[in-house]
C-alpha cells in the first residue's frame, strides 16, 4: 500500500539536503557566471570547510559545553568555515587562476581540476591530525564522524513525521543566505560590478571596474557560501570524509546546470529537484542506483535543454 | 635530407632495449617490470590524447573506458562466461565494444560546450564503476573477473614469469597505437579535429561536420582505452575491482598528456615515462624504502608516499598549465604534408 | 534563377531586434554589398544567412532551394532507429540482472563449451516474462528519449552552419578567425574538406585512395594560395602571417570548397590603401572565377568602385537599394550614413 507520510518525510529529508546541494551550486554557478569556469575545486573546498568545522569543534571542546553553548558552538564553525572557505575559494583565484585568465579555456579547466587534487590531498592529510575529533589521526582516510550538536528530537512532538532541528537548522541558514545574497547581486555596488563583468570583462574594466578585484570577491562569496553549506551539510549527516568533495561537487554541478548555469534561483531550484529525486530514489527505487539516476538526468537536460530550466542561452560573439 | 629518427623512433628503440639492460643490473633495480605499466599507461594517454590532444574535447573519466575494455574482455575470455574467447579474438573485440560504449555515452552529450562534456565524463567515470559493482552478479563486483588468458605460443599459455615476451608483446601493441594516432593525426581527420580546437565555430562554417568528428575522435579515443583495459586485465590475469579504474587513473592519464605535451604522440610518450615512473617506480620504491627501515609504519599518513599521489599529480597540473602550457615536448605541426 | 534569396530575414535577442524584416535577392556572378552604420545590423545579416545564428523570422533561399534541409526518408529511417535502439537498450539494461540470471546462471555456469542454443531459449522465455511494468514500459520511454534526441540534435544540424556551408555558401569573418597553429596549406585544406571522401579507414591503413586524395588536394591548395598570392609562405603557420595576408588567406581558405556563392565580412578592414587595391583586384577576380560575392563593408572606395549594387541596412531596416550611383545620390544613405562616414 502506497505510504503518504513515508512520501512526506522523504520530501523533507530530500528539501533539506537540496537546499544544502544548492548553496553549493551557488558557488559554482556564480563563478560560472562571472568567469565561464567550472571550479572543479569548489566541491573539495567544501569538504575542507567541514574539516575545518571539525577542528574548530575539537579544538574547542564544543561537544562539553551546555545546550545553550552548542548553538554559539554552532553558529561559530558557521562563521569560521564560511570565512576560511572564502578565504582559501579567493586564494585558488589568486594563485592558480588570475594567471590564466587569457589562456585557453581548456588550461583553466585543467588548472582547476589541479587545484582540486591538491585541495584533496590536504583533505587526506587534515584527516590524520592527532586529535580525538579525527579519532587521534589513525586511518586518515577514513571517514569521520561529525558529532550532532543539534539535539536529535522531533520537532512535530509525537508525529509520525519527523522535522528534526537540523532540518530546521538547514533552512534556517541557507534561507536567509539566499535572500542576503539576491539582494547583495541587486542592489549593491559590487553586485552590479559582478554583473557587469560577467556581461562583458573589457567594457567593465574600461568603465574603471577593478575586474580582478571583483572576480575575487565572487570567489569569495562562493566559497563562503560553500562553508556554510559544509557545516549544515556536516551537521545534518553527520559523517564527513575527505572524498566526499567529489560527489558533492557532481550533484552540485548538476543542481546549477538544471536549473540553469549563471542563474541563482535556477541553481536553487536545481538544488531542491536533485535533493527530492536522490531522495526518492533512495526510498521507492534503490540507493546504490540514485547516483546513476541523477547522472541520466544530467545527460538528459543537456540533451534537450542545455541552457537548463531558468537559464538563457548565451550565444558566441562572431 | 639525410633521414634522422625522430623523438618517436628513438623513445621507442630506446625502449626495446631496456631488457637486455635489466640482464647486466641487479634484479632488485630491474626495470621491465615498472616500464610495462609505462606502456599500459602509454596506450591509454594515447586513447586521450585523441580526444583531447586533438579535438580538444576534455575528458575526465578516460578510466571508464579502461574499465569497459576490461570488463569486456574478462566476460568474452574467462571460462565461468558463455563466451569463452581466447586471449586474441578476445582483445580485438575490445575495441570495437570501447567504440560502441564512446558512441553510446558521446552521441547525446557532444554537442555540448566543451566545459559541460568534462563533467559529463566526470560522471560518466563515477557512475560506470557504480554500475560494475551495482550488477556484481555479472560483474563478479568487488572480486574482479579471473583468471583471464594470455596469449599462447605453441599451445601453453604465458605465465606472468614470462617478463620478456610480456614486454615484448606490450611494446610491439604500444608501436601499432602509436601508427594508428599518427596516421589519423596527419590526415584529413586529424587535419579536422585540429580546426576544431582551435575555432569550432571557423571549422563549422567552412563545412567541417563538427559533431561527427568529434564523435570519430571520442570513439576511437574510447577503443583505444578499451584497449589498454583489456590488455591491462590480461597482464594482472584479473580484472581487478571497479575501484582500480577511478578518477585517479583518469587524471594520471590527463596528467601524462599535459605534462608531455598536449597533442603530439612524442609529447604523450614522454609524459607516461614521466609521470607512471614516478607514480610507479619512484613512489612505489620510497614506499619499499621506507617500509625497510621502518619510517611511516606508526600511521602517520603524511610519511607514506602513496598519500602524497593527488598532490603531486595536482601541482603537476597547476605549474605545467602555469609554466610550460605546451608541455615538455610539444607537437611539432607537420605543415607541409597533410 | 537567384544565386541567393533572402525573404523578410529578421533577428531577434532576447527582445532586441538586431534585423528586421529584410529582403534581397542577389544575382549569380554579382559582387553585391551590404553597407550600413556601425550596429545596422550587417553582421547579424551574415550570421544568419550563414546559420551561426538562425534567423528568428523569414527563410533564406539558395539557387532557388530552400536553405534548411528538408525532413527525408532518410530522417525518419534515423528517427525510428534511434527508437528501437535506445528503447531496446533501455530496457535490456533496466533487467540484465534478470536475464542473466535466467540465461546463464540459473542453468549453465561453468558448463563448457556453453550450451548456446537452450541459454537463448531461456533468455527468449525470460524476456517474454518480463511484462508491460518491466519490459514495454522501458522500451517505449527509452525510445522516446532516444527519438527525442534524434529529433533535437537533427534539427540543430538541420541548419546550422556546417550544413550551410556544404550547399557552397563560404564567409570570412570581420575579426579574422584562420587556424593559428595549422599552416597556411592546412588553411586551405581545412575548406576543402567537405569535398574529401577518404574515411576513417582509408586514412589509419594509409590506403592508396588516401594517398592519391592527399596529392591531388595539396596540390589544388597550392595552386589557391598562388591565386591570393601567398604561394611562398605556403608551410608557415598561420599565425605568423601579417594582418594584410591573412584576409587574402581567409579568402583562399573560404574559395577552397568552390563556393557558389562567398560572403566577405568587412575584408578592408585595417588595410592601407595600396592593400586595399590589391584586395579590390581579387576580389574581381574572384567573381570572374565564377563566384558570386556578396560583401559588408565601411570602405566606401572599395564598395563604390567594385559593386555592382548596394543594399543599405539601418538599425535593422533595409533604407535603400541600388546601383552604386543611385545610392550615392540617395538622400535618406546620405543622411543615415555616407556623409558621416567621409567626414569621419
Known sequence: MFDFEVLVQQLITGLSNGMIIALIAIGYTMVYGIIELINFAHGDVFMLGAFFALTLMGVLGMESWGPGGQAVGVAAMLVGSALFCGALNWSLDRVAYRALRRSSKLALLVSAIGCSFICMNLGLFWGGLPMDVFAGGVAAAAPKDFPALVPQVNLLGESFIRITPADALVFAVTIPLMVALTLMVNRTNLGRAMRAVAQDPVAASLM??????????????????????????????????????????????????????????????????????????????????????????????????????????????V | MRWRPGPIVTILAIAAVVPLVDLVLPAELALSEAVRTVFLYAILALGLNVMTGYAGMLNLGIAAFMAIGAYAFGILSCEIYPFQLGFWPALALTIPIGALAGFILGAPTLGLRGDYLAIVTLGFGEIVQDILKNLDSITKGMQGINPLPAPSIGGAMWTSNDERSWYYLLLALLTLTVIAARNLERSRLGRAWFSIREDELASRSMGIRVERAKMIAFATGAAIAAFAGGLSASVLSSTGEPNNYD???????????????????????????????????????????????????????????????????????????????????PPKLERGRV | MKAMEVHGVGVTFGGIIAVHDVSFAVEPGEIFAVIGPNGAGKTTLFNAVTGIHPPTHGHVELDGREQVAPMTRQTMVELLVAFLLVGVGVAATVNVERLWQASV??????????????????????????????????LVCGGLVGAGAAWTNWSRARRSPDHIARTGVARTFQNIRLFNELSLVQNVLVGMDARMRAGFFSALLRLPRFRRERERFHAEAMKLLEFVGLADRALEAAGALPYGFRRRLEIARALAGTPKLILLDEPAAGMNPTEVGGLMALIRRVRDRGTTVILIEHHMKLVMGISDRIHVLQYGRTIAEGSPDAIRSNPRCIEAYLGVEENG
Not at chain 1, 566559497?223 to 559523517?239: E, H, I, P, Q, R
Not at chain 1, 572524498?243 to 536545481?270: E, H, K, N
Open chain 1, 208 to 317: 574603471g571596474i577593478p575586474v580582478d578585484r571583483v572576480i575575487g570577491a565572487t570567489f569569495f562569496i562562493g566559497g563562503a557560501l560553500g562553508g556554510f553549506a559544509s557545516v549544515v551539510y556536516s551537521l545534518y549527516n553527520n559523517t564527513i570524509g575527505f572524498q566526499m568533495g567529489t560527489r558533492a561537487g557532481l550533484d552540485a554541478f548538476t543542481a546549477a546546470v538544471l536549473g540553469g548555469i549563471g542563474s541563482l534561483p535556477g541553481a536553487v531550484l536545481g538544488g531542491l529537484t536533485i535533493g527530492c529525486v536522490r531522495a526518492m530514489s533512495d526510498q521507492y527505487l534503490e540507493t546504490r542506483w540514485t547516483n546513476t539516476i541523477v547522472f541520466c538526468i544530467l545527460v538528459l537536460i543537456l540533451i534537450f535543454r542545455p541552457s537548463g530550466i531558468l537559464g538563457s542561452s548565451r550565444k558566441e560573439k
Open chain 2, 247 to 329: 578518477f585517479q587513473v583518469s587524471i594520471l592519464a590527463l596528467c601524462i598528456i599535459i605534462v608531455g605535451g598536449i597533442g603530439g604522440v612524442a609529447g604523450v610518450l614522454v609524459g607516461s615515462l614521466v609521470m607512471v615512473g614516478l607514480n610507479s617506480i619512484v613512489l612505489a620504491k620510497a614506499t619499499a624504502w621506507m617500509a625497510a627501515h621502518g619510517i611511516g609504519s606508526q600511521g602517520n599518513v603524511m610519511l607514506s608516499p602513496n598519500n602524497w599521489k593527488f598532490l603531486i599529480f595536482g601541482l603537476a597540473l597547476v605549474i605545467a598549465v602555469r609554466i610550460k602550457p605546451t608541455g615538455i615536448l
Open chain 3, 105 to 138: 546462471i540459473d542453468n549453465y555456469i561453468y558448463e563448457q563449451p556453453f550450451p548456446w542454443g537452450s541459454a537463448l531459449a531461456d533468455l527468449g522465455r525470460a524476456v517474454a516474462t518480463l511484462g508491460w511494468l518491466g519490459g514495454a514500459l522501458p
